[in-house]
């Protein structure tokens, strides 16, 4: 299995293209660990439907709270009250793109 870091990397990589040695924003990055982690329950982009019904679309996240608040559930590990949830991990450097990805889907004003 491999690390976090290079799984991100690789599914980066398969998301924005591989450009010449461009990092990834914090967007993309966060963007990227979402899909991964994510969407199979989530509905994790702009649009769509969350597959797993009940699971709330992360568009509509910044409805429920401040999503700034999820940084230190997402480095601790985030455990909700129904079990077909996994538990996940994150890094600082990681919750922080998640949490900057959301912020991005939150509407403009």
């Known amino acids: 299995m491999l690390p976090k870091g290079m799984i991100t990397a690789a599914i980066l990589a398969a998301t924005i293209g591989s450009t010449a040695a461009q990092d990834p924003t ?3 990055e966060g963007q990227a660990l979402v ?3 994510c969407a199979d329950c989530h509905a994790t982009g702009a649009t769509g439907d969350s597959p797993l019904a009940g699971a709330p679309n992360f568009r509509d996240l910044h409805l429920l709270y401040d999503v700034s608040f999820l940084s230190e ?3 601790e590990g985030i455990v909700t009250a129904h079990p077909e949830m996994p538990q996940f991990e994150f890094d600082p450097a990681q919750a922080s793109a998640i949490i900057d990805y959301l ?4 509407p403009q004003t």
Do not use: D, H
Request: no cysteine; aromatic share 8%; proline share 8%.
């Open 26 to 28: 914090p967007v993309e």
């Open 35 to 37: 899909t991964m982690y």
């Open 73 to 75: 559930a997402l480095v």
């Open 103 to 106: 912020k991005s889907l939150e």
